[in-house]
């Protein structure tokens, strides 16, 4: 079965520092895709990316970056310059089958990032 | 991407009885999601929910605790049955990214306390 892996349960970092949010995954599908979300203390899941697994292309967008490489099952997000209002719990995801026959979300634990002023 | 209107937003429940939770989509959707986030921990999928069939459930689920309507494209129920404070949880449907837009969007949660 399919499962994520995000090895850092909190991260405390100080404003304008950078970070790196570690994800590792386990399939057996070829194909697959990976997602990052954002669960501010509110509680709503925020879409943050979506990548194909055979894209392996990394992602800038603003000052977030994606690192995803196959050879390692690795698909880590970098947060550049952190703000405050980067605190957030952030869980990457992997999809596979579901029981009902459509893809399903398989997600890691979460890391609980605070950015401190 | 499609927009979620996900209510109550939450509640506080005697053990016992049920809570039914809503969820309406801006646009017509092939599939919804139910997902449970227990406290501190990670989503995870409880059925899932295609219109005009009965929804199909994950293991370690069942629909006499968990039964889902799904009366059309836009809308579809989930009721938590004789809950117990082990269903304290945050309740989140989602919809299928192939009709819903690029990623699976997420309803804002339905926070349920249970004493």
């Known amino acids: 079965a399919q499962k994520v892996t995000q090895a850092q349960t909190e991260i405390s970092v100080v404003e304008k520092e950078d970070v790196t949010l570690d994800c590792v995954y386990e399939t057996r599908d070829t194909t697959y895709y990976l997602f990052w979300y954002k669960q501010p203390p509110s509680g709503e899941l925020v879409f943050l990316i979506r990548?194909?697994?055979?894209?392996?292309q990394n992602e800038i967008s603003g000052r977030y970056s994606w690192n995803f490489q196959k050879s390692t099952s690795s698909f880590n997000f970098t947060i550049t310059a952190s703000q405050v209002v980067d605190s957030a719990v952030y869980f990457c995801?992997?999809?596979?089958?579901?029981?009902?026959?459509?893809?399903?979300?398989?997600f890691g634990k979460g890391t609980k990032l605070t950015v401190n002023p | 991407s499609a927009v979620i209107s996900q209510k109550p937003s939450r509640d506080i429940c005697q053990r016992g009885t049920s809570l039914t939770i809503q969820c309406q989509v801006d646009?017509?959707?092939?599939?919804m999601f139910w997902y449970r986030q227990q406290p501190g921990q990670s989503l995870t999928l409880i059925a899932t929910a295609n219109q005009g069939s009965e929804a199909t459930y994950e293991s370690g689920f069942v629909i006499d605790k968990f039964p889902i309507s799904r009366p059309n494209l836009t809308f579809s129920t989930l009721t938590v049955s004789n809950m117990s404070p082990e269903d304290s949880s945050i309740y989140l449907c989602?919809?299928?990214?192939?009709?819903?837009?690029?990623?699976?969007?997420f309803g804002s949660g339905t926070r349920l306390t249970v004493v």
């Open positions: 990548r194909n697994s055979f894209d392996e």
């Open positions: 646009s017509q959707v092939t599939m």
């Open positions: 995801a992997l999809s596979e089958a579901s029981q009902g026959g459509s893809e399903k979300l398989v």
């Open positions: 989602s919809v299928d990214p192939r009709t819903g837009g690029y990623g699976y969007t």
